[in-house]
């Protein structure tokens, strides 16, 4: 039994997450707190499996219980908050300790009601019971992998025959694909890398509408780097993040940036796959593919495209992710798998730089 504990200083909305959780096979709310001082001592007397938590409270707001929770008695947090003005600090939550960000469903579309209800209640049994305190720990076993060549992908998996493809000296631009925990993954890779990194960077981060801009503002604050929503028809600039938008594909075509509406892929729209199959058109063996952790299996179609043009692809390694899902897949369709730490190095080889 998942046990978690609800903090949010709206009586009717601790309500209606009780029942979004609870509704949860093998889920259980233990206890509400309506703000930061009776979450830390609910926290401490009933030791949860999962949290979660507002960031706007009366009192000790959700930061400041965070940072606390964390010092006394690490738990998983799923931050649940409103769009717009909380968004920022939503994410500001991420460098507190929280795992993952989500929006307050809202009544008015049933469907989509449901659907952030369902959001929640996997992000909870996601991330219940991980060990925080080592879950980012950089593995000392061995020296960082890069990877030379990409490991071959299955032949069945291939999406079309050819002859093996050679991997390029140097790639020219990465594709990244992320779910559940990718927004601190990333932040931590950026901050590792040099300002000026030499490649462009196309993210597909599964995030929420009016999460996006706040997601950009807060990983450009806290990295330094050049970070900001694609605009369709730009080309990719090196040292540049550029984003997808929520619900917006976003591809390379003539080597451009192509946002478009089309289905989702798999559920999932913007779509690591619809990314890498792209890199892979246009890009060939000069792509790159980074899976960090998230649910699922999005971008796995995409991994073997991109491996069976001669393209490398990354994947963060299990000690380190939140969730293996998404990278899981990504290995075994024959991409390398890479602890967090040892990305940034990875990177920098790929783009034919030594790490500093």
């Not at 897949?329 to 730089?353: F, K, M, N, Q």
């Amino acid at each position: 039994m998942i046990r978690c504990l609800v903090v949010d200083d709206s009586r009717t909305f601790r309500a209606v997450l009780r029942g979004i959780l609870e509704a949860a096979p093998g889920v259980e709310v233990v206890a509400e707190a309506s703000d930061g001082d009776e979450a830390l001592a609910a926290a401490v007397k009933l030791r949860p499996d999962a949290i979660t938590m507002d960031v706007r409270m009366p009192r000790r707001d959700g930061l400041a219980a965070l940072r606390e929770i964390m010092r006394v008695v690490p738990t998983p947090v799923v931050v649940v908050s409103a769009a717009g003005e909380d968004a920022l600090v939503s994410f500001e939550a991420l460098h507190a300790g929280a795992v993952e960000v989500l929006p307050k469903p809202r009544g008015e579309d049933p469907r989509r009601f449901q659907r952030e209800a369902e959001e929640i209640r996997q992000a909870v049994r996601a991330v219940a019971g991980l060990t925080l305190a080592t879950r980012h720990r950089r593995s000392t076993a061995r020296p960082p992998v890069v990877p030379a060549a990409p490991a071959p992908a299955p032949a069945r998996a291939r999406p079309t025959p050819q002859a093996p493809a050679q991997a390029a000296a140097r790639a020219e631009i990465v594709g990244i694909a992320s779910s559940t925990g990718g927004p601190a993954a990333l932040e931590r890779i950026l901050a590792a890398l040099p300002r000026d990194f030499p490649l462009p960077l196309l993210v597909v981060q599964h995030i929420h509408s009016g999460f996006e801009t706040a997601f950009v503002r807060w990983l450009a604050s806290s990295t330094g780097f050049r970070v900001r929503l694609a605009v369709h028809g730009e080309r990719p600039e090196p040292g540049t993040v550029h984003v997808a938008p929520a619900d917006r594909h976003l591809r390379s075509s003539g080597r451009r940036l192509v946002l478009d509406d089309g289905p989702p892929l798999r559920c999932f729209r913007p779509s690591g796959t619809h990314l890498f199959d792209s890199l892979a058109r246009d890009y060939g063996n000069a792509a790159a593919g980074l899976v960090l952790t998230g649910m699922g299996e999005d971008g796995a179609p995409g991994v073997r495209a991109l491996l069976g043009v001669g393209a490398p692809v990354l994947a963060q390694g299990p000690a380190t992710s939140v969730v293996y899902g998404m990278p899981r897949v990504a290995v075994e369709s024959g991409a390398t798998s890479v602890e967090l730490d040892d990305i940034p190095a990875a990177l920098l080889a790929l783009a034919g730089r030594a790490s500093r």
